[in-house]
């Protein structure tokens, strides 16, 4: 397959590995191609990011996992960085993730692999473990619980929270309009909407919630200024807005807006359908992921039963892979042994 130019590889070379240990390649997929980035060698451990992140979110995962034995693959999901970004919205779909996971498994020569995923990340690696347990023998979930299919409309949900004020997630929905406030200053919009539900940087409970905006205002008007989160640094952020200067906010942000496609899609072949395949969650105190979604945590003795652990990170924000890479590489690396016993 054809590879990235130098120049670009170079550029986006994590200070985390040598560059030489990292090898980035495009293979073909139903979206048409998906960039990923590898190092080391063993089984594969197929890494997926949230919004609005990147492979180079898993940037001090990819050389611990190499080190202990796995071949770690972080991908840029449909619509992000290198990857495809197919122009038509229903075109992100979680089935179609889903086999563009599939598609990465087989290009790389493998039959199955462990999925680890993170925010967004977290759905798309909970729903391949769930459509897919022929492929993904093992699921572990970063900042986002695993919930079955079923329930209520999201659409519906969504855009009755926040009362007089408008849930983010509700506001991601109509095509364009995240987009006309983000894109004109897309590394400073990155930066307050990172440091907005870091650990460290996140505002306290007397400040409005940055999940929520003045209906009709933006939703960076919430955001904290002029201060990065520990683990975000200005060269880290320079990777992060690059990309996304050059490909635009819509291919990300149509994961949003296929909510309601996916409950239509998956509601009547999965409602309620549990996960068996050996699974880890990782989460953090301060993530409103974590608080909002404690009843899902507590039910994985029914929705994960072969839940390995779960693990609540003390003072971590919504960012837990990076912004205590230590513990959850550690953690990783413990719960992947164990699958090898």
């Not at 089935?95 to 290009?107: F, I, R, S, T």
């Not at 093992?138 to 855009?159: C, D, I, W």
């Not at 009709?216 to 990309?243: K, M, N, Q, S, T």
């Not at 239509?264 to 409103?288: C, K, N, V, W, Y």
Request: proline letters at 9%.
């Amino acid at each position: 397959m054809p590879q990235p130019q130098p120049q670009s590889q170079r550029q986006f070379e994590p200070r985390t590995a040598p560059a030489g240990d990292l090898t980035h390649r495009l293979v073909a997929s139903p979206a048409g191609r998906i960039h990923l980035v590898e190092q080391g060698t063993g089984p594969l451990v197929l890494l997926v990011h949230g919004f609005p992140e990147s492979w180079y979110s898993w940037r001090h995962q990819l050389p611990a996992l190499a080190a202990a034995g796995y071949r770690a693959v972080a991908v840029d999901v449909r619509g992000y960085g290198r990857s495809s970004r197919p122009a038509d919205a229903s075109a992100y779909r979680m089935l179609d993730l889903v086999e563009d996971g599939v598609a990465v498994v087989h290009a790389l020569g493998e039959e199955t692999a462990v999925i680890v995923g993170h925010d967004w990340g977290a759905n798309i690696a909970a729903h391949s473990a769930l459509v897919r347990p022929d492929v993904f023998r093992a699921v572990g979930l970063l900042s986002v619980p695993y919930t079955p299919p079923g329930g209520p409309r999201p659409g519906e949900v969504f855009a009755g929270m926040g009362g007089d004020e408008e849930f983010y997630v509700a506001y991601f929905q109509e095509p364009g309009r995240a987009e006309a406030e983000i894109e004109p200053d897309v590394r400073g919009w990155l930066a307050g909407f990172y440091a907005a539900f870091s650990g460290d940087t996140m505002p306290g409970p007397d400040v409005p919630d940055p999940h929520f905006m003045s209906r009709g205002g933006r939703l960076r008007d919430r955001f904290p200024e002029g201060r990065l989160p520990g683990w975000l640094d200005e060269r880290d952020l320079d990777v992060y807005a690059a990309e996304f200067e050059r490909t635009g906010l819509t291919g990300a942000l149509n994961r949003y807006r296929n909510m309601d496609r996916d409950w239509e899609d998956l509601t009547p072949r999965f409602a309620g359908a549990p996960i068996r395949q050996p699974s880890l969650f990782i989460g953090g105190a301060m993530d409103a992921s974590t608080m909002w979604l404690a009843d899902a945590i507590k039910a994985f003795p029914d929705t994960l039963p072969g839940l390995h652990a779960s693990h609540v990170l003390d003072g971590c924000g919504h960012w837990a892979q990076q912004e205590r890479p230590a513990e959850v590489n550690g953690l990783l690396t413990e719960w992947l042994g164990t699958l090898d016993d």
